[in-house]
């Protein structure tokens, strides 16, 4: 059965840092493209960041530079690094998985996307 858990959200200052991590089970992190996406009150659900089974990695143009996924396979674990926060990184974020061998990880669409968590709470404010 998978499962994504997503833990780390919490207020942050602007400019500060904050570290999301999405604990998974049921399958393995080499067989697996993870993303993240992220959803602010009144907009719809955007992909942020994505990892594939591969390791590759794939930016949203929002957040290229100031935020960093990466994953630990030992642990069936991947994180979102956010860097350099701003007011509009205040979202719901979700952890999202798919069982994908070879291609690389999309961004587009929620749809490309089979298993998610339920999400954890993120707010950048003064």
């Known amino acids: 059965q998978v499962q994504l858990v997503e833990s780390g959200g919490g207020l942050v200052q602007p400019g500060g840092s904050l570290r999301l991590s999405c604990l998974t089970s049921g399958f393995y992190l080499d067989q697996y493209n993870v993303a993240w996406f992220r959803q602010a009150p009144g907009k719809e659900r955007e992909g942020v960041s994505c990892i594939n089974s591969r390791g590759s990695t794939n930016y949203a143009r929002s957040v290229r530079g100031r935020f960093t996924i990466s994953r630990d396979v030992s642990k069936n674990t991947v994180y979102l690094h956010i860097n350099t926060s701003k007011p509009e990184d205040t979202a719901v974020y979700y952890c999202?998985?798919?069982?994908?061998?070879?291609?690389?990880?999309?961004?587009?669409?929620?749809?490309?996307?089979?298993?998610w968590g339920q999400g954890t709470q993120v707010a950048v404010s003064s």
């Open positions: 999202a998985a798919v069982y994908e061998l070879f291609r690389r990880c999309q961004l587009g669409s929620k749809s490309d996307y089979l298993y």
